[in-house]
Each structure stands twice: as C-alpha cells, then as structure tokens.
C-alpha cells in the first residue's frame, strides 16, 4: 500500500473540513435556522474526537495526526486574529458615548444579568464536583469566566444575521449595534482582569504602557500613509500585539483585539472592510472551527455534557431576556420591543467561542466546560432567526424609529 504524504493528509482534512459542512448547509437547507458558520461549528464538534474519533476511531487517527492537527492549528490561530481584529476596528463607541445613557442602561443590564444567572449555573456544576474547573483555573476565575460566556453577544455573527434580517443599517440595527459594541469592550476588560498574572504583572503593566504609546503611533502613521498600505501595516501590527500581549501572559486574542480597537473604522474602505470580513470567514475560518471542535471533550458522559449545556443555554438566555426586559422598562420601550432586542443580543457563537478557548488554553476550564459552553453557542445562535422572524413581522414601525 501507497503511503500518503504529510501534504496529502493535511489535504484530506481540509476537504472535511469545507465539503461536508457546506453538502449539509446545501442539501438540508438549514439557513433559517442554522446559517453556514453554525453548520461549520457543528461539524467541528462532529469531526471531533468525542464523535468521529470514537465511531472511526482509526481514521480519526490517520486524518487528524498530530503534524496535521500542529498545521490546522497554526492556520485557525491567524484566521481567528485576523477575525477579532477586524471585529476591533468596526468597533464604534461614538455613538454609544452620544446616547451614552440609553446606551449605557441597556448594555449594562445586558452584560450583568446573564452575567450573574451564568455565575450560578457555574457554581451548580462545580458544586457536582464532576471536573468543570481546569487545572489552573481558580474558583473565582472558573465562575466568572462560565458567567462572562453566558453573558457574551456575538458581534460579527450578530451583524451577519442582522443583515439577513435585513435591519442592519436600519435605526433599530444600530441600536442594537450600540448595545453590543459596549459590552463588547467589557467583555474583553473582563476577560484581561480573569487572566491578571501576579506572577508577570510587570509585564503586562510595561505592555499596556508600551501598547498605549505604540497605539499612538500607529494611529498617526496610518493617517500619513495610503489605504493599500494601512492594510499591511495593520496586519504587522496585529502580529506585533498578539505576540506582545501572550508574552505579557495575557492572550494573543487580547492582543488581537485591541490592535484593532485603537484604530479607526474611517481609515478603511466599509465595503472593502466587508468584503474582506467575508473572504475571513469563506477561506480561513472553517479551519478554526474544525480545531474547536478537535478540542471537545465527553469523557464524564454525553448526557451529562449535554445536560451541562442545557443549563448553561436556560442561563444565558433567560439572563439576556431578563436584563433587555428591565431596560425596557427603565426606558420604557414599547412592548415586544425588549423581546426582540433580547433574542438577537443572546445570539453566542463565534465571540463566545472564542473567549471559551482562551480559558480552555489558560487552563481554567476543562475540555468537558469547553464542550458545553460550545453546545450552548450552537443552541443560542440557532434559535435567533426562528424565534425573531415572527416578532420583526408584528413589530415593523419599532425597525425604522428613531430614537
């Protein structure tokens, strides 16, 4: 028998990786309820080892080789920088800060009640003692971070579906938009102040010092330089911030993040941005995915696994209702309006994702709290289109008002 090349496996893997998620996307006609980016993160955790591995145990092995895991990796690593850097850039708090107590009111309440009802379904796991908390991962940190997951809205996917919805440059789009960039920054806060190091706070005080200059000056040559080249140099120093921040002992997505916050949406092109946010997400992303779904985990049993993220779900969701609701009330919103705001600003996947390996990575959850919190992405962002289809019908005149 022929043996095949490193290149030749790695090849195989990629054509799972895009072939099968895009047949299922296609055959099945599941956009309504699960667009393309779900499919994939699906198939992630159905080419994983919990599910492929254990059906196919010796395929699993031949296709997902340590070299070959090693190299899809490397890919998801860049691919997801690139994501949250351009999801940095098209963070835009101006108008947050010009409607700043509306603004503030309702991301608040959005960010800390599922916040907190995440913390105590958190707290319930761990009190099962059944291997939620990693090895490094402090009580107060494993809380906080499974609260901080429930508590996640998924900007980019959020604005994919908003423009399915057709609403996305419609008032209430950009409302919603508002809400979501606000928490969006605390969400990265938090996710800094769970990973403080004592061990290294010198270093990441001299890394926030040194950023804050370099930020400066980056933002100032990219106002002397041409689009074209805006492009390159970002993407060095989306490099230079990722490398800078893990050697803090921060994140490299910490890092990713902010080398796109300090810099203007306005320096670049809005369709070119858009187009290559597409192109990410076509080309690169599903690499990502299929390495999430590599790292899932059901060693302490499916049903518990799923009965995990069943709770982590009713948390999440019922914690994003319930603090949209009281800002609608504060605000005094029309009715329906918090309903429908709060089903879109519960929508999870990617960001949650993203902030769910970073914990996996510093060891504070374990593979298992990994796989439910990923369960529980699925699930909040798959039931968004179904559940705000028929709300958006009754409620037509809350789309176009101005506030």
């Not at 409302?175 to 769970?194: E, F, K, M, P």
């Not at 329906?336 to 709060?342: F, K, R, V």
Request: contains cysteine; neutral net charge.
């Amino acid at each position: 028998m022929v043996q095949m090349t490193l290149t030749e496996v790695y090849l195989i893997a990629m054509i799972l990786i895009f072939a099968v998620p895009f047949l299922i996307w296609r055959l099945c006609r599941t956009e309504y309820y699960a667009p393309l980016v779900v499919v994939q993160i699906i198939c992630g955790i159905l080419l994983g080892p919990g599910i492929m591995g254990a059906i196919f145990p010796e395929y699993y092995s031949f296709v997902f080789r340590p070299e070959v895991i090693g190299a899809l990796n490397g890919v998801a690593w860049w691919a997801v920088m690139i994501f949250v850097w351009v999801a940095g850039i098209e963070l835009d708090l101006s108008e947050a800060w010009k409607k700043r107590k509306e603004t503030g009111v309702t991301a608040g309440l959005a960010l800390f009640v599922p916040l907190i009802s995440g913390g105590i379904a958190a707290i319930i796991l761990l009190q099962t003692g059944q291997g939620w908390a990693g090895p490094k991962g402090e009580y107060w940190q494993v809380v906080i971070g499974i609260g901080m997951a429930c508590a996640v809205t998924a900007l980019p996917i959020l604005i994919l579906l908003m423009e399915k919805l057709e609403i996305l440059r419609e008032p209430l789009g950009q409302r919603i938009l508002r809400y979501a960039s606000l928490d969006d920054v605390a969400i990265w806060g938090v996710l800094a102040l769970i990973l403080l190091d004592w061990e290294r706070i010198g270093r990441q005080g001299a890394f926030l010092v040194i950023f804050a200059v370099a930020a400066y000056l980056v933002r100032q040559l990219m106002l002397k330089i041409r689009e074209n080249d805006r492009w390159y140099v970002g993407l060095i120093w989306l490099a230079l911030c990722g490398f800078a921040a893990d050697w803090a002992g921060l994140h490299y997505m910490v890092g990713a993040f902010l080398s796109g916050a300090v810099l203007d949406a306005k320096l670049f092109d809005q369709k070119r941005m858009d187009d290559f946010r597409g192109t990410i997400l076509l080309a690169i992303m599903p690499v990502f995915f299929l390495s999430t779904g590599l790292r899932t985990n059901w060693d302490v049993g499916g049903t518990v696994v799923f009965g995990a993220a069943a709770l982590l779900l009713f948390a999440s969701v019922a914690g994003k209702l319930a603090g949209i609701h009281i800002a609608g009330r504060i605000l005094k919103w029309e009715k329906g309006e918090a309903s429908l705001i709060g089903w879109l600003l519960q929508t999870k996947a990617l960001i949650m994702i993203i902030f769910a390996n970073i914990l996996l990575d510093k060891g504070i959850i374990t593979n298992e709290t990994f796989t439910a919190l990923l369960l529980m992405a699925v699930g909040s962002t798959m039931l968004t289109i179904p559940l705000v289809t028929p709300k958006l019908r009754h409620l037509k005149s809350i789309v176009s008002r101005t506030d």
